[in-house]
């Protein structure tokens, strides 16, 4: 999966939808799907012609916690002219920021934009429903067993890598900025 071009898309959508302070809240930790979702950020707000902000960018803990999700979203909030809309690198971070902006009064989506990633069944448990990237899991873990099992037994072509496609899914958190 291209986590890149999924970030992109994502945050493409933030801009169409009229945000230009878009706010990133990714982790702390070494996984190359954290630091290709910040490239992605980074590529769309360059399309977009924005500048990419330090003050812009919170990092959460390692993680991917709830609470850290929260403490990330008090960080972006609570500066002088805070983001519009934020996009987070997991959907558990993203709910702690929705959860975050409503102890600090913000609604989501008429305050704030809020896109998450990985599409996960808690997005759906509690409204408002949270604007996502699908990640196939499954077909994931179903290639990367075929691309072991095909390693161990020589097959040819083995460790080629299988592409798969992202869906990005938008529901009740992301709005037109007011």
């Given amino acids: ?3 890149r071009l999924a970030a992109r898309e994502s945050v493409n959508h933030l801009t169409a939808c009229g945000h ?5 809240v ?3 930790n070494s996984y190359l799907s954290s630091a290709n979702r910040m490239r992605g950020y980074l590529d769309a707000l360059e ?9 812009l960018i919170a990092y959460a803990s390692a993680d991917y916690s ?3 999700g929260k403490q990330a979203a008090r960080k972006l909030l ?10 987070c690198v997991s959907d558990i971070l993203a709910l702690g920021v929705i959860a975050e902006a409503g102890k600090l009064g913000l609604k989501v989506p008429e305050d704030l934009s809020v896109m998450g990633f990985d599409d996960v069944d808690y997005t759906t448990m509690f409204h408002p429903y949270l604007s996502t990237v699908a990640v196939p899991c499954y077909e994931l873990g ?3 067993m075929q691309l072991l099992y095909d390693h ?3 097959k040819p072509g083995a460790g080629t890598g299988v592409y798969l496609p992202h869906q990005v899914v938008y529901r009740e958190t992301t709005a037109q900025k007011r």
């Avoid at 230009?20 to 990133?24: A, D, N, P, T, V």
């Avoid at 002088?80 to 996009?87: D, L, V």
């Fill in 152 to 154: 161990i037994h020589h």
């Fill in 1 to 3: 999966m291209d986590n």
């Fill in 142 to 144: 179903r290639g990367s």
């Fill in 47 to 55: 399309e977009a012609g924005l500048e990419a902000e330090n003050a």
């Fill in 20 to 24: 230009r302070r878009i706010g990133l």
């Fill in 78 to 87: 609570t500066i002088p002219n805070p983001p519009s809309a934020i996009f």
């Fill in 26 to 28: 990714t982790s702390s």
């Fill in 66 to 68: 709830f609470a850290s």
